[in-house]
Every structure is written in C-alpha cells, then in structure tokens.
C-alpha cells in the first residue's frame, strides 16, 4: 500500500481517555476509534491486525479438525430460558425487544445456540466427536467499558464447541485446544500461559486460561518460573492422538500456574522459593470441560451403541480475538511506539522514501515495493512528500517490525538501509538483499497451509 | 474434508417453511438454520460459501484501490439525530437501551458513522480521493422476514463510502464501483444488471442496482435484449483513469434497463418491439452519488486549494452479501439441487468412494483426496459407509460442479469418472487426469492475486 493512497490517521498527541499503553498506542496508530463507550470502529490499520489474527485462529482451529461454521450476533431468549441462564446472567447480557415485542439479546456467548443446533441435527453416537467454532462479534453491557479493546463491550472472540459421547473423549477435545491454542499463540508472537482458573458463569471442572504476562494485566498470577521456559515451537502434533495431546496438556500444566481465584498458597509454598514468581497477567483465552450441564437441561442427546439416548459431554473454549490486539501491544512496545511481531504485523515492511519527488529515489523505491508484492510480501510505502524524521516518526509508532530506507546518497553506492524496529540495528545493503532478507524472514509466516485431514 | 468428519446435516424431506427454491435448497443442503425469525445461524457448508463471496469482494475492492475497516454493529443514537435520520427510519431500525439508559442501535447502514470517521480525522482536500468500506452484520426489523437469507433481518452487507472533493471526483468513484461490482458479480457466475433506480430513504440523484434476473425476484424490471450479452470479462481497467471508468458506465447503462419503481412506458417504447424484456429481478447491489446530503449537516469539511471550508461529496456503495447466496442459488439450480459456479462453490469437487471399506478404492481416493489439496484445491470427500445412490444424491443436492466417482470396476483398468454437475456428463479418465482436469478449471479462481497500487 502507496501510503498517499491509505487511510491511516495518525495523532501526534496522546489522547487523554487511554490510561493504558495499548489504548494509547492504538488511539495513536490510528488503528481504532471510539464510536460510544467501549464500542469501537476499526479503522484500516487495525482492521489488517484483526484479520491476521483471524486468520491464525481458523488456520490452527482447521488443523485440529474443528469445523468453522457463524451463528448470528442476535439470539431468542427463549433458548436462555431452557438453559436457566436468561435471569441468572444480569445487566451484562444486552436485552432487546424487536418491532413484535419478542425478546431477543445480543450474544454474550454461544453455549445454548449451540447446543440447539446439536439437538436439532445430531441423533447418533456414529456423528461424534465433533467440534464446531465461529468467531463472531459478542456484547458484554460492561458498567465501566475501559482501557479500549481490552475491556470494550462490542468484542470479537472466537468460540468452539466440542461435542462427545464420553467424558474421556470430550477430555481429549479439551486436550487439542490446549494445543492448538498453544500454537496460536505463538504464531502470534505471544507467550501465553494457561493457569488453573474458575469456572465462572459458564460452569465446569475443568478449565484453564491462558495468561499473557503483563504490567497492565487485570489478574495477579502466581506461577513456577520454570513455565516460561517452555515454548510449543514447531512440533508436528497429531490431534487425533489421546497421547499426544495428553502429553502436551502435562507438559505445559503440570507446574505452579494459578490466577488470584485459584491460587492456594499452601501449594505454591512447595515450589522452590527461587522458582516463585508472582506478576501480573491479561487473560486472552479458556477453555472449558462442562460435561452435559447444557446437553441435559436442553435435550442434547445421542443414541449409543447400546441404541440408549444419553447426554453428550461438551466443552466451550474461546480466544478474545479482538482483546488480543491489545495483550499483544502491551506485551511489544516501547517509547517510540508499537512493536509488531512478525506473524501479526498489518504490514510486512515499511519502505522510507527519504527524498520524494527524486526520480532515482522514487524509481528505486518503486521497484522494491514492486518486488516485494511480487514475492506475496504486504509493504507499506510512505510516498508522502514529508520530512524524514516525520516518516520514521510514523513507522515506529505503527510499529512495523521492518524498514528500508532509501535516499539518494545511499543510491549511488546501490545501498539502502534495513532497519529492526526491535533492536534499532540497521545494516546497509543492496536493495536486492533487503528484499532477499525479508522474504527470507517472513518464509514461516507466508508459508502457512493447512489443508483438512 | 472427510465427509465422515464434517458437519452436513442434510435433509431428505422439503421444509413446510420454505416458500421459494433457494430457502429450500439451503435448509436442505444443511447450509443454514433458523434460530428465530429472520436470523440464521450458516451451518459450515453454507459458511464456506459466505466467505467465498466475501474473499471476492475484498479482492476486487483492492483492486480498486479501496480501503478496508469495519464498523461496529451497534451505533449511539445520537449520530442519527445529527443527520435527522433517527426519528425517519422507522420500525425496521432496531432501537436499543444499554444498562446506562442510552440509546444505541443495530446499524442498518453507516452514512453516519463513516461521515463521523471523516471529519474527526481528515482535514484537507490532499487526503482525497478516499473510499472506505466495510462488510459487516446489519440489522434491519423486517415487518415479514421470509425467503431464508433473501429477506433476513440480520444480514451481512458490504457497504463503501467515497468522500471527493467534487462532484466530478465523486462521479468517477461512482463509476468505480460499478466497474468493481460488474467484476465481483461475473466471478460469482452472476450476470447481475445495472438498473436506474430510485434513491430511497438514502437519497441520491445517481444510483443504479444491480438485478440478478430470476423468476422469484421481488422486482419486475424491463430491459433492452442487448444488456444480456454483455459480459465484462477479463478486462484490465485501469481503475484511476476517468475516461476508462466512464467508457464500461456508458456501455452497461445506455440501453434501456429499469425496475418497476422507474420504468418509463415512454421511454421504453423507443426500444425497438423485439428487444423489449420484462422479467423479474433479484436486487445484489446499489450505488449512490448523494453528494452533501450527509457532509452538510455532520459537518465533514475539507480545505479545498484556496483554504476555503467544503463540505466533501460522498456516495454509498453495497453488495447484499449474505443475500447473494440466495440470488445464486435462485439463477443456478435444477431438480436434484443447487448448480455452484466454480468462483463461490464450498468445495471444489466432491469425490464418491463407491466401496468404502475395499483397500483399493479407499486408497484410490486418498490419494486423489491428498494430490488434490496439495495442488491447492478443497475437496470434499465422501467417505462415508452409505449405498452409492444416496451419496449421489447428497453431492447432488449441495451442488458441487464436479464429482470424481471411484470404484472398484473402474479402477481394474486405471479409470475413475469425471462428472459436470451442470451437464451431467461423465467421462471415463484416469485419477491423475481427472486431477489435472479439475486443477485446470479451476486455475482462474485459485489464481487470483490482488496487490495493492
């Protein structure tokens, strides 16, 4: 993208309403707008952040073998009725009244429509397991929608829901998203955590949340240190396999992890004092074992082999989508702006052309963006008649993890300069090399598929 | 996808509720489910085919040079009090109360909040031209929802704003969209055909929509025989250039070509009698030039060259995505089904093991199944422990336009069969000629890259 041609409205001043980083830079990228209290308009660039993660969860939800399916924002309430939650739910939960005066409320989650869908279509033990997800806009009424995407009340998430005749298998459907949550999360440059949580209104005796530490994190967490040191990396895992995944689950559990509402310190007290770690951390994801809480109260059942109709065992397991864009800024920044990481960035490198208007400089930064796009990478560059300073300014409050730099003087020694935005360092090289080099970086990122079993 | 892993609820009975064939066919394809009046829920075949279209119409709005971003679905009243347009629109704007007593609504269009967009960030006439777009849920109370996903009230709609400096910018950007729409349609297989239309509660002097013709459509049009043979094809508009945009407005919407709202009996008689058409049209799409209708009053100003303060010129632009399942199925189906074009359908082929279970055939079929997805193509694969009639029927219905069939018989001397959905032909090839055939057809839909100007 040419930025003369892109709508990319960036503010020199920090805006006052952001009392936390991610907010402020957000505001400040011109990447969201506050249309009301915590509902939010997306604009350009924070819209292309939006959808890379989107497009990391449908990639890692496909390898698991879910199956992405969209339920509507607006839901009856007459389906919360059969699952006891319309009255128990509170002011939280958007009520409307359509032109007919039948009551319909805007989604805060999934499980009853959902289930509905099960009942309506599924008779038979043969069709199990099956997990079906969407990610789809969610309202929360918060009472104090703050700190902008992080706590707003429009909010996109993803949701899945797994579906199975045994309590044992729904356990392996809640082992594959820990492990494709796991992978998600890291394709999106984040270490998440996940930690022994509560089950909450959604209910369940199994759960975990995963935890991006954080200064800013709405949660305290207590965990062993040793946790930290392990990454998911790029293991080649089978989802089909109960071992594997159980493995993984061990692996990435069996430590200290708990949130203040779990926590137990008569437990933590046996990790080894230079191990304990107390912090702060923003919950982006959790996943749940809730058995048939839904499936009985709402009819979800299913002939078994014996031909008798039981429940089915279920479990939901979400990832704040949009939350997501702020835990990975508050955990990739620092004064001069955001600091993307490679499988997230809206754009994949920022082309600085240092004297506009130059037709040697202008033909050679065209030729890179050309040769760039050719080779599938998504460059922005800043063809505005601007000073450089102010140029540099932008891209490092956008936070593009890469820049070349082109001027004349370099030109004539075919230099232009290949910028880090994380570690500052910049190299002088060919403008062949540079292209070369940031095809080469972004190869794992570009070269993703992931086609059905 | 294994059919046995997938979620494909079919139906062997017509539903009751299901006035017209592409409702029909959707219910029954497992595409969609109703969660309550005018809402559904798109089950993942019918999902699949949304994001198709959606993919088309990202692509070809890049290709034009306009911006994507996305809008919330829930607005603040107080926007719509500013345009005046908030006591006009009536019952089919769904009005909402949050916990705080503050009036939101589920947004039937955005005028508003893109126009409010503008002004808080654009300044001067050099930031223009600028289009932005969006595809988003809307909300609109339909007094009598029907037809499935044709008349719906949650429905997914893209809809773009440009802002020009002058009614002559704003009319090139008109004739973009144009150009861009005729090319989305022909992608979707669609021939849809700019009508003069009326302005509506919009406003707008200059507007046309774009009308799928088909027996159930809800409008009765009249037309010149000669619109129907044109096709746009695969032309290389230059999208910045006046006179090109201008040259395909002139070519599409100088014959005589109008919706019952404004047919001219006058006009049409000049028409000579054996090219005169009436039929019925499925509306996909509408273009607006309105000028300042909204600028003015919301105040979205620019300087122009001289310092001087005007209001910008705007038009609104839409695709009724979700609706345009509807419009395909209504114009490609037959007795057994639906009849996909290649550009939308949810999987490319479908392949029919005719003896599930037999060691030759099923390794027959996943080694077409693999050497498919690794040429990039999505295959549905029906594995399934079912009599061969009732698989034949099941690919039938959900319409995919080719079936590879594999059995036993054929596979003795090397051959499997290749079969239109559309023609119903079938040839004898053998397995790797049938996937070189398919990845032939199909190398204009995957081989569609879009890069930024």
Redesign the interface.
Known sequence: ??LS???L?VLKEDPKEAQIVSHRLMLRA?MI?Q???G??????L???V?RRIEQIVHEEQARA?H??????????A??WRESGRYDDYG??M?R?K??NK?D?L?GPTNEE?IT??FR???GSYK?LP?T?Y?IQ?K?R?E?RPRFGVMRG??FLMKDGYNFDLTKEDALHAYNRHLVSYLRSYERMGLQAIPMRADGGPIGGDYTHEFLVLAETGESEVFYDSQITDLTFGDRDIDYDSVEECQAVLEEFTSRYARTDETHDEAVYAQVPEERRRTARGIEVGQIFYFGTKYSEPMGAMVRNSDGAQVPVHMGSHGIGVSRLLGAIIEANHDDKGIIWPEGVTPFHVGIVNLKQGDNSTDAACDAIYAEL?AR?L?PLYDDRDERAGAKFASMDLIGLPWRITVGPRGLTSNKVELTSRRTGQTEEVSPQEAIARIAQIYQPVLGV?V???
């Open positions: 993208m040419r041609r892109y709508f409205p011109g707008k249309q009301t209290a509902i939010y308009s997306w604009l350009p924070g819209f292309k939006l073998g199956i992405p399916m969209l339920m509507p924002t607006l839901q009856p007459d389906l002011e939280e958007l409307i359509d032109r039948r319909l805007y429509m509905d869908i309506s279509h599924v069709d099956l079906l969407h806009w309202f009424d009472i009340r429009e796009q599938g998504d598929t086609a059905d079993k």
